[in-house]
């Protein structure tokens, strides 16, 4: 059993996570991943569990977010997510 870096939790099923820079993370749950992994929208503050869009370096959750930050570039993002085909 191994402890949950980010809630406590001794749990049996926990699994281990090896970043690319090196770190090391144990976590209970894909939630927990999530919290502590997961990128922030640098508009809405949301966690990022997708693709999302990069701006001049900035990471945001969707091209609504990205036209919203104010980013010149922002405004030639097309969010085609749920738009009627015709």
Not at 35 to 53: K, N, S, Y
């Amino acid at each position: 059993m191994a402890e949950c870096d980010i809630c406590g939790n001794d749990y049996w099923m926990s699994f281990e996570v090896r970043t690319k820079s090196g770190d090391t993370y144990t976590f209970d749950s894909l939630e927990c991943a999530a919290q502590r992994l997961a990128p922030v929208c640098e508009h809405c503050g949301c966690r990022m569990l997708g693709h999302g869009v990069e701006i001049e370096g900035k990471f945001f959750c969707c091209a609504h977010c990205a036209r919203e930050s104010g980013s010149r570039l922002g405004t030639e993002i097309r969010d085609t997510v749920g738009a009627h085909p015709g």
